[in-house]
């Protein structure tokens, strides 16, 4: 098998294929999440909000007195992912025998999340300016 016909084989797997359609729907996921950061980056105060490698990295300039940096910023994100990591893995194991369950109450959750951030983000107004971010 070629590179090529295996690289056309992940992004358009077969009605047969082993993984079903898991490995398009990460790429989609990691386009996705590449948007969100960026546009994270650039509208919220220099956070990102899907990859906490950069929080981190930003967490410790903020802590050495790098100018335009928030520690709190960075500390806020990673918190929230902790918080989002130990949900998941508690619906995951609750609902590990049944995976259309796992999915309902995953996407549940996530939905829930997101419309309360929205929520937040729009009776607070711009969130990069002050305390608010």
């Known amino acids: 098998m070629s590179i090529w016909s295996e690289a056309v084989g992940t992004v358009w797997p077969g009605r047969n294929a082993r993984d079903g359609p898991l490995p398009p729907l990460l790429l989609l996921l990691t386009v996705v999440t590449g948007l969100v950061d960026a ?3 650039l509208k919220l105060g220099h956070v990102f909000v899907a990859n906490m490698t950069g929080n981190v990295v930003f967490l410790g300039f903020a802590i050495a007195g790098a100018s335009g940096l928030s520690s709190w ?36 959750t996530q939905l829930l999340s997101v419309a309360a951030a929205v929520g937040l983000a729009a009776a607070t107004g711009d969130p990069a300016a002050g305390s608010r971010r």
């Open 73 to 108: 910023a960075s500390l806020v994100a990673l918190g929230s992912f902790l918080l989002g990591g130990l949900a998941g893995g508690r619906i995951g194991d609750r609902f590990a025998a049944h995976r259309g369950e796992l999915l309902r109450t995953a996407l549940a």
């Open 39 to 41: 546009a994270s980056y």
